[in-house]
């Protein structure tokens, strides 16, 4: 199909701007944004169908990358965020390829109520806010550790001067706290809708199963996170520590859940 080359040219486009010198500041910009028109040029050819919805774990992955290298790049033109280009554009670089080999199950959408569409919607959303906020604590942990220790990798190499070119710790640590807000907003919405909409979106009730236990309590960390930075002043390894589990939790609740059904156990769920 047309977008299984849609994918792979922008996955070659993601992993030379992952390469890239950093003075190649118009040029990185330019391939990502190339990059990124055409992995969301395919991912439209092959998620929408008329009257039915492609899903699943890589298609789940790969829209989240999509989204979060719209927030790197939007987000490297105000601060100087070049350390997040290499990690985002070589994890975007392996996603994008996934939905032509995991092309997942097709549900109908006949019958569906149009809140389906937009539950769907948010929870990408949320999970790539989320995502990007993941690779921003990566970032922290690492410059933290530079600054402090400067052992092993992190005193030379491509890496050492990436994480030299980040903002400061306390501006990196405002922006993840903003980031963290807004994909908690957005997870909250989608914890809502599936519990409010829950038969009217899929046709059955509410039930505690795996993804939605694993999804709560992804929303409870992140939801004590910012209660404790907003009253006891939370920051540093604590923050950092609830942030890559939360998020670590948010990726079983569903990727990791369908990645078992889907690759290990070969069965579509819709």
Same mark, same amino acid.
């Given at each position: 199909m047309m977008q299984t080359y849609f994918f792979v040219l922008a996955s070659l486009l993601y992993l030379g701007c992952a390469i890239l010198p950093a003075d190649r500041r118009a040029t990185i910009a330019a391939g990502t944004a190339a990059g990124w028109l055409l992995h969301g040029?395919?991912?439209?050819?092959?998620?929408?169908? $008329?009257?039915?919805?492609?899903?699943?774990?890589a298609?789940?992955?790969?829209?989240? =990358?999509?989204?979060?290298?719209?927030?790197?790049?939007?987000? /490297?033109? /105000?601060?100087?965020?070049?350390? %997040?280009?290499?990690?985002v554009l070589p994890s975007a670089a392996?996603?994008?390829?996934?939905?032509?080999?995991?092309?997942?199950?097709?549900? $109908?959408?006949?019958? +569906?109520?149009?809140?389906?569409s937009w539950h769907i919607a948010i929870a990408i959303l949320?999970?790539?806010?989320?995502?990007?906020?993941?690779? *921003?604590?990566v970032l922290m942990a690492?410059?933290?550790s +530079?600054?402090?220790?400067?052992?092993?990798?992190?005193?030379?190499?491509?890496?050492?001067?990436? %994480?030299?070119? =980040?903002?400061?710790?306390?501006s990196m640590e405002k922006l993840l706290f903003r980031l963290i807000a807004f994909g908690f907003g957005l997870l909250t919405l989608t914890v809502l809708s599936g519990i409010v909409f829950s038969e009217q979106l899929f046709g059955i009730p509410f039930k505690w199963d *795996? +993804? /939605?236990?694993?999804?709560?309590?992804?929303?409870?960390?992140?939801?004590?996170?910012?209660?404790?930075?907003?009253?006891?002043?939370?920051?540093?390894?604590?923050?950092?520590?609830?942030?890559?589990?939360?998020?670590?939790?948010?990726l079983l609740a569903y990727v990791g859940s369908r990645f078992v059904l889907e690759v290990v156990l070969h069965r579509g769920l819709a």
């Open positions: 040029g395919a991912l439209w050819a092959d998620v929408l169908a $008329p009257g039915s919805l492609r899903v699943g774990f298609v789940m992955l790969s829209a989240t =990358l999509w989204i979060t290298v719209a927030a790197y790049w939007l987000e /490297n033109r /105000n601060f100087a965020l070049d350390g %997040l280009r290499v990690l392996v996603v994008v390829i996934l939905p032509a080999l995991f092309p997942g199950s097709v549900v $109908p959408l006949s019958g +569906k109520s149009p809140l389906f949320a999970y790539s806010t989320l995502t990007i906020a993941a690779f *921003h604590a690492l410059q933290e +530079k600054l402090h220790t400067g052992r092993g990798m992190l005193r030379e190499g491509w890496l050492a001067a990436a %994480l030299d070119r =980040l903002p400061a710790l306390l *795996h +993804k /939605n236990i694993f999804t709560m309590l992804s929303w409870v960390l992140f939801g004590l996170l910012l209660a404790g930075r907003k009253w006891r002043g939370w920051r540093g390894k604590t923050a950092l520590t609830f942030t890559l589990t939360g998020f670590a939790t948010l």
